[in-house]
């Protein structure tokens, strides 16, 4: 009885000193990869949502909105469009930045950002976006609106 009663012991000391850092650590990794999961699926998302927005300009070729040059006149109607087509790509630029930008991310989430940071960037080359900026950033995040005006001067 004596015996047994220190073999059941020395297993418990074993699963305390072994078992415990182990599901520990398992219990971390399993965290990490849910968690990675969980930002990979946010970006699969945002990344769906700026391929519907293109869709949307693609519907409406007498925009220019790919055209590298200056729109021609356009109707008050066709201003109007534009004027939503641009808030919404601003509204998709804003939730970007605020599920996906962090100061000092991790690599390959500094990787996911700088994808849609290419896309803002590539707007801001568009006069007519820069000139309508003052009003698409009216009432947006303040940090995503400094973080933008500030990609923007970066672009000049």
Known sequence: MNLSLQTWE????MVTVIGLPLAITVFIYEQRK???NEDEAVYQLLSDNYQD???IALTNPDLKLFSKQESPALSEEQRERKLIIFNMLVSLFERAYLLLYEDNM???QLRR???WEDYMREWCLR???RAALPELLH????AFVE???GLMANQS
């Open 34 to 36: 849910e968690r990675e």
């Open 127 to 129: 006069a007519d976006f």
């Open 53 to 55: 927005f293109l869709k």
């Open 113 to 115: 950002w700088r994808s």
């Open 147 to 149: 973080y933008f005006r």
């Open 106 to 108: 991790p690599p390959k």
């Open 10 to 13: 020395l297993l418990s000391y």
């Open 139 to 142: 009432g947006e995040d303040p």
